[in-house]
């Protein structure tokens, strides 16, 4: 396994870090409290030291099942990092009321990695307005809290706007080959680096889509790669997307929600390589050709301008077109959906739009938004 070392952390962190927003469940759908307890002591057995979870995820039951897997000696063996669910807040109470409750469940006296979660503008202004930071800042002076940081899925402007605002000690965005100029992108990723700011990276995988279910046309340009020597060996797409995280500078760690021993191990040997973080021109080509084959099967050639916006409604327009290309693109994959329905929030899906058709007349690719729209509520039920 290879390691690094946060900039303001004495202590070594996993390369790869696991990301407990995927557990394993049960026949009926449920998540299985008894599997996720072995599978998180498993990996941090085999060396993976970092464990993220969310307010949210699995209704709570994330939170307490790594709390019952860090007993027995596990808690001192792993960096600890949960997320304010900032979108709940309502006053500065509830900001203590969670982060107390977070507490509880984990039963642990200190969260090592703090992150303000989900920063969106909606999200920042909160966070500006509820206090939350002076409140982290007490709570990390009463040795509470270890580190403060925050999770993005905005906009690049807006993620400079926050990595200026404050004297993070790290933060934690979603990027992969195919994601590279979206939310905080690429010169996001550098920016905070320029600023001395550890990167977390979220979603390398993209959700699992750029590894389930890969399109024949896909997986022939990786196969063409190992035929023509381009690399030694076979390398599976898991592979692909990890390496050239890892080569990005910057990069402090990379979270995977592996919720299997298989994917564990598979993305342990990965992360095991000493050539890891090493891609040569002829393998960025490679990748760069994977991005195009996913590209060209994007139904609604949006390109983000943001010219439609804003919304009467407050809808983000560019952002559910972007998770309906990305539903045809990886073949109605589950994960689309539930990051439909989790992050875009209630009362911001398709089915809320007006079909005032406001959108539609500003667009400079002339795209049926409307019409666009009602698709994205058929197709994803809301």
């Not at 990301?19 to 759908?29: A, K, Y």
């Not at 790290?170 to 600023?195: H, M, P, V, W």
């Not at 929030?345 to 400079?364: A, N, V």
Request: glycine fraction near 8%.
């Amino acid at each position: 396994m290879q390691y690094r070392k946060f900039r303001r952390m004495d202590r070594e962190n996993s390369l790869l870090g696991m990301g407990v927003m995927r557990l394993p469940q049960d026949e009926e759908g449920r998540v299985d409290s008894e599997e996720g307890v072995r599978l998180i002591r498993y990996a941090i057995d085999k060396g993976i030291n970092y464990i993220d979870t969310g307010f949210t995820y699995h209704g709570g039951r994330s939170e307490r099942i790594i709390g019952e897997a860090l007993k027995d000696g596990y808690r001192d063996k792993v960096i600890l990092a949960d997320k304010m669910p900032i979108w709940l807040v309502k006053s500065e109470e509830d900001v203590d009321r969670y982060f107390n409750k977070q507490l509880k469940r984990l039963d642990v006296d200190c969260i090592d990695m703090y992150l303000v979660h989900n920063i969106i503008p909606a999200n920042w202004k909160k966070t500006k307005k509820y206090n939350v930071l002076p409140y982290l800042e007490k709570q990390k002076a009463e040795g509470r809290i270890g580190h403060i940081g925050f999770s993005f899925h905005g906009d690049l402007d807006l993620f400079k706007e926050v990595i200026d605002a404050y004297d993070w000690e790290f933060c934690q965005i979603q990027l992969n080959y195919l994601d590279k100029d979206e939310q905080a992108t690429l010169e996001g990723l550098e920016y905070a680096r320029s600023k001395g700011i550890d990167v977390i990276v979220m979603e390398p995988l993209k959700g699992g889509r750029i590894t389930d279910k890969v399109p024949d046309s896909v997986q022939k340009i990786w196969d063409d790669a190992v035929a023509a020597g381009t690399v030694s060996g076979d390398r599976t797409p898991a592979e692909w997307a990890f390496r050239w995280v890892a080569s990005q500078p910057g990069v402090s760690l990379i979270l995977s929600g592996m919720n299997s021993t298989s994917q564990l191990d598979e993305n342990i040997a990965i992360f095991s390589r000493d050539d890891l973080t090493e891609m040569s021109e002829e393998e960025l080509a490679v990748i760069d050709r994977v991005a195009e084959e996913y590209n060209s099967k994007i139904k609604y050639q949006c390109t983000g301008c943001g010219y439609c916006m804003p919304c009467p409604k407050k809808l983000d327009i560019p952002g559910v077109i972007r998770y309906l290309n990305n539903w045809y693109a990886f073949d109605k994959n589950p994960s689309t959906r539930m990051e439909y329905d989790t992050w875009l929030g209630d009362g911001f899906h398709g089915s809320d739009c007006i079909q005032c058709g406001e959108c539609e007349k500003k667009c400079p690719q002339s795209l049926p938004i409307p019409a666009i729209m009602r698709e994205a509520a058929e197709e994803f039920g809301k």
